[in-house]
């Protein structure tokens, strides 16, 4: 795995957080993206050579509004970049780790994304990233 490219979080509302993470970060919000297919909106920063990506949800049954309701407002994932997402998803399955959706699907910010079930990464939801070609 590469570098962390992005730390995803979940909010309530963009509305609130994204001044919120201006002010924080001190860097203005470079990008908001619908991802339907994930009933997501998100707000993208910059935080040096790691993004910062704010997830608020579209749909009161949506994943990120459920995982607001069981924790509240925090960390959502960890995403790593990788280069060949097809070596690292079997590297893990290897591993032992649970891959959730071993087809990549689209993500936010032109890629292309795999997750790891938290059960087998100590909680912490992991998401694999790759530019789209
Ligand atoms: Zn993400």
Redesign the pocket.
Known sequence: MQKIE?I?IAVKSLTHSVPLFEQLLNSLCYKTELVEGEKVNTAFFKAGETKI?LLESTDAEGVIARFIEKKGEGIH?I?FEVTDMETEVKRLKKEGFLVLNEVPKP??DNKM?CFLHPKTTNGILI?L?VEKK
């Open positions: 992005h995803g990506e994932h995403a993500g936010a994304v998401e990233c």
